[in-house]
């Protein structure tokens, strides 16, 4: 506690917003600083925004960047929203990176923050907080109020759950 | 991981709602159930009402209703939802009561949980939950982002938020 | 003021809900009930869904259905839930018609109410059932506080608003 | 159509916030310009803060004030938010001004606007704008979607429902 936390923005259904006009989802500016200010978060936190795409769209350049800044961050406690379509591709990526020293939290949402009462962001965003400034090092994936190691998750594409790998 | 968590409910702003009537502020059923659907959260979670009061007029006798119930329990992992106010009263009271063995996290709302879009009780019951699984045993407050030992931390009156006592 | 108001749900933007599995909208039950009870309406008003579609889908059969039913249905101030895209062209339908004793009001909105505090549908909804009580018999689209003669409008598709035919 | 809508904020409930330290209700700004940007209003509407108060403390003199501003603007279109406590009394107030060729609506809410899904502000807002449209010349108020002339309509206090007088 007391140390800064980085919190590094990719995308994902957390920041998706709803175009009234064509009536597709897109991505504007992403909503974290406001939810932190709605969530009266008191933490030292850093935001920055490395890009703003649908993570099935992610790319291995994409998840270079990520790993990149990973290493170059001084923080030791790293939130990485992302989408959860391919959350635990990044995650072994990251794993990988040998980034020994640092405790890295990926969440994400299943709806996004900008509908409002239906979303399950703001629960996350709380939950994945609270497990980066704590937990060991290692990767992990924060979702449905549990943390799972990075090795020891999948997501249910029928249900959107994330679930525990035996 | 896997083990079953206690949510205890007492009351406080969290589960405030709005009297259109009379104007004022009373309690009806606890949010706390609904909340946890909206958060997909899929922790095996046993929720039980104890009383739903505004922390101001909580008496002795009901922090002793709360001890009990932490004493009987047969989770090691205790989550309150409380009301701000007299927060670090009940911290007090139940970390003297002897419960060495079970991690027990109090947390609350400035904004009632019915307000919609501006309570910051949804981000807070997601870092509890998150703090309450993996903190050593012990008594904690969680609010703002930030877990602090019972004994660590008092409210600031005039901002409404949770300050680290050195 | 005191006779009963039909109220025909056909789908549209306006009843649409966000698919987290798929990231797709769809359609589940119509909102209207809630957001009658939310608006503590008390007019004496009947809803039936005739069908759940975007309005880019509507065929010329389900045109038939709602002309239909608005022949059969005794009440003269009928309200219609629409998709804006093809509401001009439902609306001169409905006008050619020969329903002279009928005041329609064809009503929508460009956000889902599901997606919460950035809709627009309570505000539209609102509005259409104050002038379907006291508009002349016609065919009207009543959108962004405003009312139009059936054939004295189109959607700007641009900015998504409706705009006056000069 | 087309002719400017006057907009006269009284406060009321419509307006009031909640203070988080002290845990009262009481008066910032206005939401309703918010409002009407989020229900897409294209209408011509200025909208003038005539006072912040609960309608139980309007005084004979913030009545003259509202009178004064209602002789005073040009448009014949007034539109009036006010506490529903007092609504009545304003209203009556207003009717006999002698403002003959005005056609003035009061309206306001039973819950904040402020406490987001459970309002039902947007809604009235939306059906006040429609009725002050295209009402007769008089004093009316609009709640519940729909409107009483302001002699023929009481608040149940139990209910908190506007019901005609016979």
């Not at 060991?136 to 790998?165: C, D, H, S």
């Given at each position: ?109 299943m709806i996004?923050?900008?509908f409002?009462?239906s979303s ?47």
């Open positions: 506690m007391g140390e800064q936390i980085q919190v590094f923005i990719t995308g994902g259904t957390f920041d998706k917003e709803y175009n009234f006009v064509s009536g597709q989802l897109y991505f504007k500016d992403t909503h974290i600083p406001g939810i932190l200010e709605r969530g009266r978060c008191t933490l030292d936190i850093d935001v920055r925004t490395l890009m703003m795409v649908d993570s099935l769209e992610m790319t291995p350049e994409d998840r270079e960047i990520i790993g990149h800044h990973c290493q170059k961050t001084q923080s030791r406690h790293i939130l990485i929203t992302h989408g959860t379509d391919t959350m635990t591709v990044t995650a072994e990526y990251l794993a990988k990176e040998n980034l020994t020293e640092k405790t890295i939290v990926l969440t994400g949402a996004p923050y900008a409002g009462n399950d962001g703001f629960f996350n965003l709380g939950s994945a907080l609270a497990f980066v400034q704590i937990l060991e090092p290692g990767v992990y994936i924060v979702m449905n109020g549990r943390y799972f190691p990075w090795n020891k998750v999948q997501k249910n594409t029928k249900t959107g759950y994330f679930e525990e790998l035996s």
